[in-house]
C-alpha cells in the first residue's frame, strides 16, 4: 500500500477522526479523509513533507474536521464554516494543543 493513503498515528488524530465519525454523516467523514490525503499529496508534490512547519497531525485535524459545523454538534447560530472551526477548537485545546497551532487549524 501507498503510505501516503495510511493514516498518521496519534492521540490529536485518533480524537479528531473519532470526533468526527460520530457526528457527520459517512459521505463528509470520507470527503474529509480525501482531503486530509490531496492535503499530504499536495505537501508531498512540493517538497514541504520534510519541512519544520509541516505538522501531519494538524493537517490531517484541519482537514478531517474542516466539515464539523455540518454535524449534529453544529447549534447552527453562524455559518458551518466558523462552527466547524470553533468545534474543531475546541477538541484540539482539550487534546492541549497550543494556542498558536490552535490557531493555524481554525
Given amino acids: 500500500m501507498n503510505s501516503v493513503l495510511v493514516l498518521p498515528a ?7 477522526l473519532s470526533l468526527v ?14 482531503s486530509f490525503f490531496f492535503a499530504r499529496l499536495t505537501a508531498q508534490q512540493e517538497g514541504l513533507l520534510a519541512e519544520a512547519a509541516y505538522d501531519e497531525e494538524l493537517l490531517f485535524a484541519a482537514t478531517v474536521m474542516h466539515d464539523l459545523g455540518l454535524g449534529t454538534l453544529a447549534a447552527g ?3 458551518f464554516e ?3 472551526a470553533d468545534l474543531a477548537a475546541g477538541l484540539l485545546a482539550g487534546q492541549g494543543v497550543p494556542d498558536g497551532d490552535i490557531g493555524r487549524v481554525w
Fill in 21 to 34: 465519525r460520530e457526528t457527520v454523516d459517512k459521505p463528509i467523514v470520507d470527503h474529509s479523509l480525501r
Fill in 77 to 79: 447560530r453562524a455559518r
Fill in 10 to 16: 496519534g492521540s490529536l488524530v485518533d480524537a479528531a
Fill in 82 to 84: 466558523v462552527e466547524g
